[in-house]
């Protein structure tokens, strides 16, 4: 692969997260991921960083590897924005070329009923020769 075409990647990346159908969100995770993909949540949830302190250990990163783990990845995070219709996700901004097959997409969660954004972050996508993602690192703000 020489020249991802990243719109395409960082549209199909948000894409999955809003998908409702369980079977096409399946497709859409095969298509996009590497078979043995590893998706990294940076900087977790407040509560598993308290958590950490309160062990007096540094916050873990959270990881999830191979199509599977993903799947499940995906779906909850799905369940727990996006399925009961009261927010969405969108691409926010042109995606970032930072290195050969890597691009940095930026993202919101949009309130679906008066359009304001109540999250986002950035994902730091990393892709293999086939243009699938190989790893990702995600910075929920």
Known sequence: MSNPDVQAVAESYVAQWNEPDPAARHERIRELWADDALHVLVNPLQ?????????????????VRGLDALEARVARAHEMFVAAGEHHFEADGVPTVLTHRVIGVRWSMVATAGGETVGGGLDVLALDDDGRIRTDHQYVG
Do not use: G, I, K
Request: hydrophobic share 60%; net charge negative.
């Open 47 to 63: 509560a598993v960083r308290d958590a950490a302190a309160s062990l007096a250990v540094p916050a873990p990163s959270l990881e």
